[in-house]
């Protein structure tokens, strides 16, 4: 793992951290924003490429998005997910 301070504006966007108060305030937004085709959206809410044949995923993770406790659990900084392989090879 590189650690260097002239990377870390590109770490924060690929694994940002949200604090309590900022998750709060996620559902009362009622601005829209541009994006930078011009188009408006409401920040918080956007879309997932097609990556063939994968519009029922895109659906499911869309519609849990909008699960207030489950998108809040996912974007806590405190909270880590741990995969756990068990290898039975005998």
């Known amino acids: ?26 559902d009362k937004q009622t601005g829209l924003a541009r994006d930078l085709f011009g188009r408006r959206y409401l920040p918080g809410f ?4 097609n990556l063939n044949k994968t519009d029922y995923v895109s659906a499911t993770l869309q519609a849990l998005a909008h699960v207030r406790p489950l998108r809040d659990f996912f974007l806590r900084s405190t909270t880590t997910i741990t995969h756990s392989h068990n290898n039975n090879n005998d």
């Open 1 to 26: 793992e590189i650690r260097d301070p002239s990377l870390n504006d590109i770490s924060d966007y690929l694994k940002p951290v949200y604090i309590d108060k900022e998750i709060a305030q996620l």
């Open 46 to 49: 956007v879309g997932l490429n």
